[in-house]
């Protein structure tokens, strides 16, 4: 089991084995969470790239057009102004 030592400001360091296991390098972001047992669960805040393919995309959406979005904000101004 990998230890660290807080210090009196609140840091620590996070051990290499960790590291490793998290892919994390200086620079990246953690997050801290609490579960609902009280268990402390420490999590990369940062993605890879990679990982955000295909996020957005939804099957069987018709792509719309730029001529379709400006009517739509049209439609929806002047539902607004009445």
């Known amino acids: 089991m990998a230890t660290a030592t807080l210090t009196s400001k609140g840091q620590t360091t996070i051990p290499k084995e960790v590291r490793d296991h998290l892919h994390v390098s200086p620079g990246d972001k953690l997050d801290f969470l609490i579960d609902a047992e009280g268990r402390v669960v420490v ?40």
């Open 43 to 82: 999590r990369p805040a940062t993605l890879d790239v990679r990982q955000l393919k295909g996020m957005l995309k939804r099957k069987r959406v018709k792509p719309v057009s730029l001529e379709e979005m400006d009517r739509a904000i049209a439609e929806g101004a002047a539902r607004k102004r009445a």
